[in-house]
């Protein structure tokens, strides 16, 4: 396992700079960045930090490493954003109004993702085992769904929101007009006909957050 110091070494390597060229990048002298690199008087937290963000890696990386020799590996981080967290009242609410959810929570994403994406706590054990109660999953108002994917919908009449597997079925004999179900994971629930319950779909699903533990 490779040291902070030898970590620090091969960076600047990559990065073709001189000890004095890091140092005045992080405000620190030379002499500083050459005890880092020879493991001694370890930096500080603030000169990690700034590390960090220079070289486009964890703290964690430089402390604790992720990777040795021919397999090492630079992670990194993606800027992020906050969006809110939904219940599926608000969610339902939200998909009926269009209009900013009330909501004191906040979970980060990707900036790659639109401003009107946002977090919904699932709720229930009917889409066990793919998704447990309290998982979270993003939802984007603004993707179209394809089959099965996994999608936030909202029963006409309704404001509590239902999350589903989208599966379109075709089209009914009787009234020559497509139609969709609604299935859940766990088969003790029943699916959603669209014939028979009107829902519009809110979003899609792009992304399942989960704790292991």
Known sequence: MSTLGQRLYRLRKDKKLARDALGSKIGVSK???????????????EHLQAMAEFFGCSIEYL??????????????????????????????EFCEYHDDAITDEFEPV?????DRVYWVV??????QPDFYENDLVLIDP????????????????????????YRPKGFDEETKEEFYHLVPS??????????????????VAVEHRKKLR
């Open 142 to 165: 603004d993707a179209q769904p394809n089959p099965s994917d996994f999608v936030l919908a909202l029963k006409s009449g309704e404001k509590k929101s239902t999350f589903k597997r």
């Open 63 to 92: 402390t604790d490493g992720i990777g040795d020799g021919d397999n090492f590996k630079v992670v990194k981080r993606k800027p992020v954003k906050y969006v809110p967290v939904l219940n599926y009242t608000q969610a339902g």
């Open 186 to 203: 766990n088969p003790d629930y029943p699916i959603i006909d669209s014939r028979f319950v009107e829902f519009s779909v809110c979003g």
């Open 110 to 114: 990707s900036i790659e993702y639109s």
């Open 122 to 127: 699932i709720e229930g054990s009917s889409m």
């Open 31 to 45: 002499t500083s960045v050459k005890n880092w690199e020879d493991d001694e008087n370890p930096p500080k937290f």
